[in-house]
Nanobody
Framework: QVRLAESGGGSVQAGGSLRLSCVAS???????VGWFRQAPGKHREGVAG??????SRYYADSVKGRFTISQDDDTMTLQMNNLKPEDTAIYYC??????????????WGQGTQVTVSS
């Protein structure tokens, strides 16, 4: 069993920054632990993740150069800079075999809203 506790999020103007944190507990070793997001009317997409087995990172093309994911023991932090209105979504911490495909995520956090105004 893996538990994911999220914090952070909120509202910011375009160009601003926000930070999301996720504390993972339980047996998540070997999984990708990261973040997905879902905007209204859209599918849930992988944003960034850490493959905990080897430490490699995944970033969606849409966030490369703007978002940075880091791991400090059991805490995954997503630093989001130069935010755009299209980044507006509910962000979910995730753990499972995939950083990219929602159907291959085993555990989800409760979600946190990120709103970017233009």
């Amino acid at each position: 069993q893996v538990r994911l506790a999220e914090s952070g999020g909120g509202s910011v103007q375009a160009g601003g920054s926000l930070r999301l944190s996720c504390v993972a507990s339980g047996s998540y070793g070997g999984y990708c632990v990261g973040w997905f997001r879902q905007a209204p009317g859209k599918h849930r997409e992988g944003v960034a993740g850490v493959y905990t087995a080897g430490g490699s990172r995944y970033y969606a093309d849409s966030v490369k150069g703007r978002f940075t994911i880091s791991q400090d023991d059991d805490t995954m932090t997503l630093q989001m800079n130069n935010l755009k209105p299209e980044d507006t979504a509910i962000y979910y911490c995730s753990a499972g075999p995939s950083c990219i495909t929602a159907s291959r995520v085993y555990y989800w956090g409760q979600g946190t809203q990120v709103t970017v105004s233009s």
